[in-house]
Structure formats: structure tokens, C-alpha cells
């Protein structure tokens, strides 16, 4: 593969999370401060992604693969979604701004694998490739973080339109990378999206255990994801978003890091770690402040890179070597649903009501919460999945194999 067209799949994947990161991560604070809308709605906002990424293996298996070019999609999808979210940015009411936010997640997510696909499809050694054109995705959700946060304007409707405007120009800028049609003989069967096989893998108890434990972490971790930047915020943190995104580079520093200690730790105990950071993340959330103790909060952020690392992409690995090699990428597939589908949508819906549960009275038309009753509530739950996971959880020996496949893909990044 050409230097020109990686960097155009460089490009491609700097705006597609450039996008998500503008807008995602400052929601909570624009519609809880901005808008006024309270603890659950906030909540069900966040969790339109959920749905997008529960509805997106649907699109992408029965339609995107088999009738459109990926390029031609993507354009579409982005366009669409730009559209949707500028319409969100100008409403005030929870049904038509929900209604918007959700319509644009429908666009969205499904443009994640769609990314992925066309620059697998350009590539002669993807696991080589793939990972130096991947990393220009992370920059790009940084690179949104910081100027969002540097502009002072987290919570107003102007990162929702600044993502909107960047999604359309994405949408066009797609139409300009490489002709990727559909697969020959592909045929649209439902089956063929998550095989009835796949599910046979978690048949298996340790591939069980790790499934539900997955799902599980996935609830308290939506209360980051929903609320982070809005407890930022009213705590009187400035350039929230901006500090927020040096969890994105602790995830570049920690993705060098899994081989070390994949050798060291094994599955059992990485996967154990990445959870123990959730609990020890949101207990320093808990005790921090903006003064003294605002080290406590960049401890937090910064736990970010051990949390989803030594967690979700040693689960990516460890899934990738467990499943038989024709059924990888269904039960990829299957783990996703069920972790940032099921898992965030529940979070979603749980998160909104414990926010809510400990707001406080109003002051000066402003409703504030009792974070760290919040955030403490997040730690214990995270403590009961690293509790069962500890108890249930059987390393059957097969972990000098997967760390060596977290050598192999950490050769395909390096």
C-alpha cells in the first residue's frame, strides 16, 4: 500500500472519530447546563450510541455489504448524520433533540466497521497496516477534545454543530477514496451476521464468564462516558474536554505496554487489572476536588489507558484466540453487542437514574449532584464484576498463546 492512500485512510480515520469525540463527550454538560434536562434524559441521550451499535451489524451485514459500495455508504451515512446532528444542536425539547441524537447514532455507528472495511480492503498486510492509520483516529478524538476545551464552549450547542459540519465534509471526502464495492457472492442472510456458532463459543465457561463480566463493566463504565465532562465542569474544572482527552493519550502509551505484561500477568490477571482501574478511577473521582486534591482527577483521567486497554482490547485478543478462526469475527461481533449495545444501553438507562437520584436543589436555575455518593456508587458495582470475575473466571492454560498473539498485533502497530 502507497504512502498517498495511507494517508488518506489516515484522513479518513483522523474525521471519524474527530466527529464522535466534538460532540460525545461534552453532551451531558450541554444538555444538563445548556438545555436543563435532567439526570435520565441525559442518561438516554448518551445511549443512542448503544442502539446505533445494536442496530449497526444489521445495516452493515444486510445492506452495506452486499448492495453499496463502502465508500458510497460511508458518504451517505455521514451526510445523513451531519444533517441530523445540526437539527439536534438548534432544538430545546427532550423529544425532538433524543429524536435527532438518536437518528444520528443510527448513522453513525454503523460507519465505524464501514471505516475499518474500506481500509482493510486497501491494505496487503493488514496486520501490519492497520494499526498506524488506526492511531490517527485516537489523534483525531483528542485533537477534538482539546479545542472544544480550549473554546470554552462545552455547554452550548456549538460542538454539536462543529461535528455536524465536519461530518458532512466527511461524508464528502469519502466519496473520494478508492472504489470499494460489494464482496461477489454475498447473500443477505441474517444467519450469516451473528452465526447461531458463534454463540457455541460462549458455550465454553471461561469465554461465558469473560462475556458477561464484559457486559457487565460496560454499566457503570456508561456513567464516564454520559457524565465525566458535566462533573468536570460543575466541580470547576476549566477546559474540561481538553483535559479529558489525556485519557486518549494514556491509551496510545498503554496499547505499548499489554505485551510486557500480557507475558507477566496472564489473561486472568490483565483482564483484572483493566477492572481494578475502573474502581480505583471512579474512587479518585469520588475524593477529588479542583484545589488540593485535584491530583485525584487527573489520576482518573489518566487511569483511562489501563481501564479500556488491559480490559477491552485484551478481551479483543483473548476472544480472537478462543473462537475458531471462520468464526472470529462473528463473535467479535457478538462480544460488541453485547458490551457497547447491551451493556451501555443498560448503563444508560441506570446511569440517568442514580444521577438524578442524588441532584441537588437548584441554585440560581442550575442543578447541581452529590458526586461522590455518584461516583462511589460506580466504584462499588465495578468491585462486584472484579469480585465474580476473580471467583468464576478459569485460566485453562492457553494464556502463553494469546500473549503471543498480543505480540504478533502489537507487531502490526509498531
Same mark, same amino acid.
Given at each position: 500500500? #502507497? ?6 485512510? #489516515? ?23 445548556? &438545555? /436543563? *434536562?435532567? #439526570?435520565?434524559? $441525559? ?12 442496530? !449497526? ?18 458518504? !451517505?451515512? /455521514?451526510?445523513?448524520?451531519? =444533517? ?142 454520559? *457524565?465525566?465532562?458535566?462533573? &468536570? ?19 496510545? $502509551? ?19 487489572? %483493566? ?7 471512579? $474512587?479518585? *473521582? ?13 489520576? %482518573? ?40 449495545? $447491551? %451493556? ?20 440560581? #436555575?442550575? =442543578? ?14 465495578? !468491585? ?31
Amino acid at each position: 500500500m #502507497g504512502w498517498g492512500i495511507r494517508a488518506r485512510l #489516515g484522513m479518513l480515520m483522523f474525521l471519524q472519530y474527530f466527529v464522535w469525540g466534538a460532540w460525545y463527550v461534552t453532551l451531558g454538560t450541554f444538555l444538563a447546563i445548556g &438545555l /436543563h *434536562f435532567n #439526570g435520565r434524559e $441525559v442518561g438516554w441521550a448518551a445511549g443512542t450510541t448503544a442502539v446505533g451499535a445494536i442496530v !449497526a451489524p444489521l445495516f452493515v451485514g444486510l445492506v452495506a455489504d452486499r448492495f453499496l459500495a463502502t465508500q458510497k455508504a460511508l458518504g !451517505a451515512l /455521514h451526510i445523513a448524520g451531519g =444533517v441530523l446532528l445540526w437539527l439536534a444542536s438548534g432544538q430545546s425539547s427532550f423529544p425532538a433533540v433524543y429524536a435527532a441524537i438518536l437518528g444520528y447514532s443510527l448513522c453513525y455507528m454503523p460507519t465505524l466497521a464501514l471505516s475499518n472495511s474500506l481500509a482493510f480492503r486497501q491494505m496487503r498486510d493488514a496486520q501490519r497496516e492497520f494499526g498506524p492509520i488506526r492511531v490517527f483516529g485516537t489523534i483525531g478524538w483528542i485533537v477534538a477534545g482539546v479545542a472544544i476545551g480550549r473554546l470554552g464552549i462545552e455547554a452550548t450547542a456549538l460542538p454539536l454543530r462543529i461535528a455536524a459540519a465536519t461530518s458532512v465534509l466527511l461524508g464528502l471526502y469519502c466519496y473520494t477514496l478508492p472504489d470499494t464495492p460489494p464482496l461477489a457472492g454475498r447473500t443477505s442472510d441474517l444467519r450469516q451476521i451473528i452465526p447461531g456458532r458463534a454463540m457455541r463459543v460462549l458455550r465454553e465457561r471461561s469465554t461465558l464468564v469473560f462475556a458477561l463480566a464484559s457486559l457487565l463493566i460496560c454499566i457503570p463504565l456508561q456513567f464516564y462516558y454520559a *457524565f465525566t465532562n458535566l462533573y &468536570l465542569n460543575e466541580v470547576g474544572i476549566a477546559n474540561a474536554a481538553g483535559k479529558m482527552a489525556a485519557g486518549q493519550v494514556s491509551e496510545l $502509551v498503554c496499547m505499548l505496554l499489554i505485551p510486557f505484561f500480557f507475558r507477566r500477568l496472564g489473561v486472568k490477571y490483565m483482564l483484572a487489572v %483493566g477492572m481494578i482501574a475502573w474502581v480505583g478511577r471512579y $474512587v479518585l *473521582f469520588a475524593w477529588g476536588n479542583a484545589t488540593d486534591l485535584v491530583w485525584m482527577l487527573w489520576g %482518573g483521567i489518566l487511569l483511562h489507558g489501563i481501564c479500556y486497554d488491559f480490559f477491552f482490547v485484551t478481551g479483543q485478543i483473548y476472544i480472537d484466540r478462543r473462537a475458531p478462526q471462520e468464526l472470529r469475527a462473528a463473535t467479535q461481533g457478538l462480544i460488541t453487542f453485547l458490551t457497547y449495545g $447491551v %451493556g451501555m444501553f443498560l448503563g444508560a438507562w441506570l446511569s440517568g437514574i442514580v444521577v438524578d437520584a442524588y441532584a441537588l436543589p437548584a441554585l440560581g #436555575g442550575v =442543578v447541581r449532584h452529590e458526586w461522590r455518593a455518584i461516583w462511589t456508587i460506580c466504584a462499588g458495582c465495578s !468491585a462486584l464484576v472484579l469480585l465474580f470475575f476473580l471467583l468464576v473466571f478459569a485460566d485453562d492454560g492457553r494464556s502463553a498463546d494469546i500473549a503471543d498473539g498480543a505480540l504478533e498485533a502489537q507487531a502490526g502497530r509498531s
